[in-house]
């Protein structure tokens, strides 16, 4: 069974920075497409970025692009979420997300586009 742990969250002040990371234990993530996501309280769960198993090519949600950065290094089995110049509405749970299904990433934003999930990191950026 496919296992993701998220880590890496925390209080950062708005203007700040954090680095998420998602490593996987059994199957190797290397033929995954990756992705994160987050939630708010009260807000439905909704797609952050997402990346192919090479890592060539990124998709980001319009509220986050330019500010994060979706990366992954299949020699550690690990995806990172680099996020920069936070806003106070990033303050949410992020979760990790994979899948071995195939697409195109801009069709492959909603959460049952993926098949395994991490228990998610709390992310607070105070204003």
């Known amino acids: 069974q496919e296992q993701l742990v998220e880590s890496g969250g925390g209080l950062v002040p708005g203007g700040g920075s954090l680095r998420l990371s998602c490593a996987a234990s059994g199957r190797t993530l290397s033929r995954y497409v990756m992705a994160w996501f987050r939630q708010a309280p009260g807000k439905e769960r909704e797609f952050v970025a997402a990346?192919?198993?090479?890592?060539?090519?990124?998709y980001y949600a319009d509220s986050v692009k330019g500010r994060f950065t979706i990366s992954r290094d299949n020699a550690k089995n690990t995806v990172y979420l680099q996020m920069n110049s936070m806003k106070p509405e990033d303050t949410a749970v992020y979760y990790c997300a994979g899948t071995g299904r195939g697409g195109l990433l801009y069709q492959m934003s909603g959460r049952y586009d993926y098949d395994y999930w991490g228990q998610g990191t709390q992310v607070t950026v105070s204003s």
């Open positions: 990346i192919t198993w090479t890592g060539a090519t990124t």
